[in-house]
């Protein structure tokens, strides 16, 4: 069985500051971990993914997110919120075979940018 | 290189009716996900199917919903006799599949409003 959880559904930085958004999961087997970002009324846009290689992963726009087993977390961060970041991010997890390539996400965190 | 397609992107449909939903995966994906999402909340997986098969509906609720992917055509998610708690947005993802690291490309929604 797989489980998320992303701490805090609401997350409000100052433009240029320091975006830290959490997720932890509970997994039976090795996961794949995942960070969507939903803009509204939209669909879901990858953010970043981790499946087994370099602990540290490297996103697009900016983001990156680094998968510490001893912690189950992979949080995500980027050095300088812009304007642009403020959306819905969603952590996921699934497992890397069969019946376990569903995805299984975390409620979501609303991260909001101001002046 | 079309993204993954979904219509119609909004349905509105009365208590009773029948609500069919359409995915297209991107070209050379074999695997398609469905995933309702409900008012502020997070993603839920509903069903995993390959073409011609159901490889998994453990998030299926259990009456008046079934999902098909045939051989050729989109896949289809219907939902019997909608009733207002069905109100809600529902995406379809699609992979190549595993080993490849499971990076499932979402659609941009279908939004089910049940009067």
């Known amino acids: 069985a797989q489980s998320v959880t992303q701490l805090g559904s609401h997350v409000s930085v100052s433009e240029g500051a320091l975006v830290l958004l959490r997720c932890n999961y509970s997994?039976?087997?090795?996961?794949?971990l995942f960070w969507y970002v939903q803009y509204p009324n939209q669909g879901l846009q990858l953010l970043l993914k981790?499946?087994?290689?370099?602990?540290l992963v490297k996103g697009i726009n900016g983001f990156e997110a680094e998968f510490k087993k001893s912690e189950t977390s992979f949080h995500l961060t980027k050095p300088s919120a812009h304007m642009s970041d403020a959306a819905e991010y969603f952590c996921?997890?699934?497992?890397?075979?069969?019946?376990?390539?569903?995805?299984?996400f975390g409620t979501g965190t609303r991260l909001q940018v101001t002046l | 290189n079309a993204g993954v397609m979904q219509n119609p992107r909004h349905l509105v449909r009365r208590r009773g009716q029948e609500a069919r939903l359409r995915c297209s995966p991107m070209?050379?994906?074999?695997?398609v996900y469905w995933y309702r999402q409900l008012p502020e909340e997070g993603l839920k997986f509903m069903v995993y199917?390959?073409?011609?098969?159901?490889?998994?509906e453990s998030g299926m609720p259990k009456e008046r919903f079934s999902a098909e992917f045939p051989k050729e055509g989109p896949s289809i998610l219907r939902i019997q006799q909608v009733v207002r708690g069905d109100s809600a947005a529902y995406f379809c993802?699609?992979?190549?599949?595993?080993?490849?690291?499971?990076?499932?490309?979402f659609g941009p929604g279908t939004r089910l409003t049940v009067l």
């Open positions: 981790y499946t087994s290689a370099a602990t």
């Open positions: 070209k050379g994906h074999s695997h």
């Open positions: 199917l390959q073409k011609e098969n159901i490889i998994d």
């Open positions: 993802a699609s992979s190549r599949g595993l080993p490849e690291g499971n990076e499932q490309f």
């Open positions: 997994s039976s087997v090795p996961p794949y």
């Open positions: 996921a997890v699934s497992g890397n075979s069969g019946t376990a390539s569903k995805l299984t």
